[in-house]
């Protein structure tokens, strides 16, 4: 027998259990109790929901044949529940990847379900520090000459879990070359501050569109803001345009979204957050309204004598 004729059975077979699994998870009467307790955790159900992100983004990355012995037919199952990414909040979708990728059976004692999702969102959080702790480590390198005249837009999509990275804005003009509407010295539209709020404008778009949707904060999505909306903000006041109509803008968003990312990592913040905001967070206002009066001095009359004691 030709070796195309004996593997044709065995794919056959595995799309027949993928049916089964399908009929099995969407004809489920109603949630597990521990999805009804993950449910009732904010939190923990945040970080779920990125991982299960990043599960389907990593299937997706895949053949999807079962010749090429690359899925399962519990990733092929967990692919179509979710319309490929699309629906990660369906009841069905989430079931079936507790039971099938986390092991929170049903037989099972329920404690050991709760301690099995409690060590999966402890191993995000870990895994978040590490990233975390890169970008750092991305942000302190210092850029080559060849990038402080690049601004490229990050290789984000709402339906991927890629980390955006956007890369340093440096000063590349002299203060005072541009207006506050964001024209060259030559009256010409400067492009830069263009293409950096059309970037931060489709982060805003993604963050509103995905936490609609889901019902969640994304983690990426909201680092994205946060970047974007840090860089802009970043080369606005280092050209001379504090005055920008978008400033106000930019810088809430920005707070919003940095104190969202690090209440989504457990409350830690970039270790530069506190000094940014202290030493450009009021700074921005002052640059736009104008330095605060100075308090009047007492005046001392030197002829009229002190009063002793």
Known sequence: MPPSLARRPRV???????????????????????????????????????????????????????????????????????????????????????????????????????????????????????????????????????????????????????????????????EGSKDATGLDKRGRPDVRVARLLEVYHQAKDDYIRIKAKDGVESLPAVKFLRDSAENTLRYLHANGLSDHPWVRDLEENFAIARDKTAQLLGGRKRHFDDDHKRNHGEDYKSRRRGPKPKRARRVVDSYRPSRVK
């Open 12 to 174: 056959e077979n595995s799309q027949k259990k993928v049916d089964q699994l399908i009929r099995k998870y969407r004809s489920a009467e109603g949630p597990s109790p521990v999805m009804l307790e993950l449910i009732n955790n904010p939190d923990s159900y945040s970080i779920l929901i990125n991982a299960l992100r990043r599960q389907i983004s990593l299937i997706k990355c895949r053949s999807h044949d079962f010749e090429d012995c690359q899925i399962t037919v519990y990733d092929k199952a967990l692919l179509v529940l979710s319309d490929h990414g699309d629906r990660v909040t369906d009841p069905s979708v989430l079931e079936i990847y507790l039971t099938e990728f986390l092991g929170v059976v049903p037989i099972a004692p329920q404690t050991d379900g709760k301690e099995a999702i409690a060590n999966h969102v402890e191993l995000q959080n870990v895994l978040e520090r590490l990233r975390a702790t890169q970008e750092k480590k991305e942000v302190a390198r210092p850029a080559k000459e060849d990038e402080c005249d690049q601004i490229a837009t990050p290789p984000y999509k709402s339906n991927d879990e890629y980390e955006p990275y956007l890369p340093e804005i440096h000063r590349v003009e002299k």
